[in-house]
């Protein structure tokens, strides 16, 4: 389980404010996912990466950049932090595309 | 695109008997369906999977099964015992790889 880390487990920051949620892993697994999860919703991906330099949309992208310079971190940045964007969130990643996803900790968002 | 229908939502059962929770799908593409338990406070860990060439899969208490032409799978606890109080997760992997998620079943285990 300690192969795949987020930090920081929590934040709060103040409406307007740009925040990054920080995700590595240690297994060079080749996908990762941004998931955020709020009540009655569960899971919804946000944004995943299938390799160095490539990523893609998921379900909720708006408001919310990704990158992947490097296989093992793949950062989400929000520009400009709105309420609406107050949840945990979870990283996570697979060796490939038909394989168990790991999750990280969590991190629990607060915007004010 | 692929939508997963999860219900309960909550189901509290007694200590000793059987848990059932039961999801749809709609992408008849999907392929590979795995479950989540979630602890409170804790991050989503596998504790299932079944992939559409399979109709049942069992592990000890927990079992799953798959009906693709009715498009839907359930997840099978039995001998509930209070370390199974959890949030659980189905998932469906549509065509495009991706894991669509159900909204999660809240389990209460009564003692």
């Known amino acids: 389980d300690a192969g795949i880390t987020q930090s920081p487990r929590y934040k709060i920051t103040e409406t307007g404010r740009q925040v990054t949620l920080m995700c590595h892993q240690t297994?060079?697994?080749?996908?990762m996912f941004w998931y955020r999860q709020d009540l009655g919703h569960g899971l919804r991906l946000i944004y995943y990466?299938?390799?160095?330099?490539?990523?893609d949309k998921g379900e909720v992208p708006d408001g919310y950049v990704v990158s992947r310079s490097k296989t093992e971190n793949f950062p989400l940045t929000l520009e400009s932090a709105t309420r609406s964007q107050t949840s945990v969130y979870f990283c996570?990643?697979?060796?490939?595309?038909?394989?168990?996803?790991?999750f990280g900790q969590g991190t629990r968002l607060t915007v004010v | 695109g692929e939508n997963v229908e999860q219900h309960p939502s909550t189901l509290s059962v007694q200590e000793g008997d059987s848990a059932v929770i039961k999801c749809t799908y709609s992408?008849?593409?999907?392929?590979?369906f795995p479950w989540y338990k979630q602890e409170l406070g804790k991050r989503p860990q596998l504790i299932i999977d079944?992939?559409?060439n399979v109709g049942e899969k069992k592990d000890q208490r927990i079992a799953v099964t798959l009906n693709k032409t009715a498009k839907h799978f359930s997840l099978h606890i039995t001998e509930t015992q209070p370390e199974d109080s959890a949030v659980y997760f189905c998932?469906?992997?549509?065509?495009?790889?991706?894991?669509?998620w159900g909204a999660g079943t809240k389990l209460i285990i009564k003692p």
């Open positions: 992408d008849s593409a999907s392929n590979y």
């Open positions: 297994w060079s697994h080749s996908y």
């Open positions: 079944i992939r559409s």
């Open positions: 990466s299938a390799a160095a330099d490539i990523t």
């Open positions: 996570a990643s697979s060796l490939n595309q038909e394989t168990e996803a790991f």
């Open positions: 998932a469906a992997r549509d065509s495009n790889y991706q894991l669509i």
